[in-house]
């Protein structure tokens, strides 16, 4: 189907309702939304491990508010089936200056999708909000919730040197995961954090049954939806702080398309960030502190700090793919750079041990490399690093192998990718010993990177 096909079929999307119940232990929020005039969805989020005599003294003003906004966020992925030009808005009130927030994290947090597409998000009126219910000023939490910290775990590299970062603290941890796997609650258990909260999340199966008619299907900005979610469990489980893992790194854009810089990883960058926490401050918390932990550093800094913690080697996983498996699947732009950036610091047998196959063997994975390394202008929609820190990951990996033979990709970095007028070495030198100072990390916690 075409966008304006589907647009006419569906001019309007509906933001329903949203409803909570506590049952036992779990608290289950379900959000409903209609694509106009006759497809509905429902999306449930379940927060587990609920202190029912905690919940009950809580401000149903205040949650009130909280489920509304992840609602918001989660309504995106059913939106974007049919790109709807009226957003409707009947489950709760958003002031004007509220919906601006939306509509930027709609066009930027969807630029991928857009691009995709090859849709144009950026015209004049391509989506109109619209706030259907009365005006109403709702409950903002501004409690003091002590000194505990909650750090949100996906289980690659990048959570896991939160998690030891912030073991060096005096403060009192605990991890947030989102449909925990396997590989998940074996790095959280290596990790001797005490508690977790686990959240379920399962969108309407109807959205798959969609995509499978020729509907729109594409990237959500996951980490948005994060975002809110932690802050409703900041709320609840009494937490202060609420430390994310996003690097420097991911403030790098993919593509340029149709004058817009388009970044699968929007929802990491510190622009993001910097607007949900002025957002958040302002309409849901002015306690709660979100921020980046490793904000300061490169991906190939973080992969360098995780070689030395091998006790995580065989249960970090940062392959999408291979995440239902459990392992990871060899063939994705994730796997190579991941590869490629712990290749200059660990032993070629202790990479075979964690990927179980040499990843730079595989020439089927060569336009993938150029993707990574800039060779092309369009880097790989997943969450990696810059090119630049690729280059420089390959050039000290072909450090090792002097006077040795190259596996095939190393080959072809050497003679294709590799600038022979670069310094590399110098290149690494500084990319190695940066510090980048625009972050929002609380004073009392940049102690951490008194080694960096």
Not at 347 to 374: A, C, M, V, W, Y
Request: hydrophobic share 35%.
């Amino acid at each position: 189907m075409t966008l304006e096909t589907l647009r006419l079929k569906h001019p309007s999307f509906c933001y329903e309702k949203w409803e909570s119940e506590l049952r036992e232990n779990t608290l289950h929020v379900s959000f409903t939304y209609t694509l106009e005039p006759d497809i509905h969805f429902v999306t449930k989020v379940a927060f587990h491990g609920i202190d029912t005599e905690k919940y009950a003294v809580l401000d149903k003003n205040i949650l009130e508010n909280l489920f509304l906004h992840l609602g918001m966020i989660e309504g995106f992925s059913y939106w974007k089936s049919a790109c709807p030009k009226y957003f409707r808005i009947h489950a709760g009130f958003f002031s004007p200056e509220q919906l601006q927030f939306w509509h930027e994290l709609l066009q930027k947090g969807l630029s991928e999708f857009y691009f995709i597409n090859n849709i144009d998000g950026w015209k004049n009126d391509f989506v109109c909000f619209s706030v259907e219910t009365p005006e109403k000023v709702y409950s903002r939490d501004d409690v003091e919730h002590g000194d505990d910290v909650l750090i949100p775990v996906g289980g690659g590299k990048d959570s896991v040197i939160t998690l030891e970062m912030m073991k060096e603290t005096e403060k009192n941890l605990s991890t947030l995961t989102i449909n925990s796997t396997n590989r998940v609650r074996s790095v959280l258990e290596i990790s001797e954090v005490k508690k977790n909260y686990e959240v379920t999340r399962t969108l309407d199966p109807k959205l798959l049954e969609l995509n499978s008619k020729g509907y729109f299907n594409g990237h959500t900005p996951f980490s948005a939806m994060l975002s809110f979610a932690s802050v409703i469990a900041a709320y609840i489980f009494d937490k202060k702080y609420i430390a994310l893992s996003n690097e420097w790194s991911a403030n790098e854009g993919n593509v340029i398309f149709l004058g817009q810089k388009i970044n699968h990883q929007y929802s990491k960058t510190l622009e993001y960030e910097a607007n949900f926490r002025k957002y958040s401050q302002m309409y849901l918390s002015s306690t709660i502190e979100y921020f980046s932990l490793l904000r300061p550093l490169h991906e190939l800094q973080i992969a360098e700090i995780f070689t030395h913690s091998p006790q995580y080697f065989s249960s970090f996983l940062s392959c999408n793919r291979g995440q239902k498996k459990g392992e990871w699947c060899g063939e994705c732009a994730k796997c190579l750079f991941v590869y490629c950036m712990l290749s200059p610091f660990l032993p070629h047998e202790t990479l075979l041990q964690i990927f179980h196959q040499n990843l730079f063997e595989k020439e089927s994975l060569r336009p993938i490399l150029d993707e990574l390394s800039g060779v092309i202008e369009t880097k790989s929609f997943e969450c990696v690093g810059t090119r630049d820190e690729t280059r420089v990951a390959l050039y000290l990996t072909l450090l090792k192998y002097e006077g040795s033979p190259l596996p095939v990709l190393l080959k072809y970095a050497k003679s294709h990718i590799l600038n022979k007028q670069t310094n590399y070495q110098r290149a690494a030198y500084d990319l190695l010993h940066s510090y980048q100072t625009r972050h929002f990390i609380p004073p009392e916690l940049e102690k951490l990177f008194r080694y960096v």
